[in-house]
């Protein structure tokens, strides 16, 4: 059975870091795109960051950008949303993605696009 499956979530005070990690099964990551999803009840899905194929062009979500880096471990086969000066305002539940499409060099953040969830990890920002 194909799926992907997310870990590395918890509760975490503002100003802190996280370190998400996105494996699957039944398909090898390293050749697809990888989106990050988060969540929160009642709110509509936001997308955070995603890596294409090549692992050379990340994309962040201005809301993420330069507190969040996302990265390919080739030895591992994991995808890491490393998540640095978290805020209350972070927390959601946080899902990978991919839309399937093996070899793509390019990547996007947009849910209609995804074909693969994983379950979710929830991140709680609080003091």
């Known amino acids: 059975q194909v799926q992907l499956v997310e870990s590395g979530g918890g509760l975490v005070q503002p100003g802190g870091s996280l370190r998400l990690s996105c494996a699957a099964s039944g398909l090898t990551l390293d050749y697809y795109a990888i989106s990050w999803f988060r969540q929160v009840p009642g709110k509509e899905r936001e997308g955070v960051a995603c890596i294409g194929g090549s692992a050379d062009n990340p994309f962040y979500a201005d809301s993420v950008k330069g507190r969040f880096t996302i990265s390919r471990d080739y030895v591992t086969k994991t995808v890491n949303l490393q998540m640095n000066s978290l805020q209350p305002e972070d927390t959601a539940i946080y899902h990978c993605?991919?839309?399937?499409?093996?070899?793509?060099?390019?990547?996007?953040?947009?849910?209609?696009?995804?074909?693969?969830w994983g379950q979710g990890t929830p991140v709680n920002v609080s003091s």
């Open positions: 993605a991919t839309d399937r499409n093996a070899g793509a060099p390019f990547c996007a953040i947009v849910p209609d696009y995804m074909k693969l």
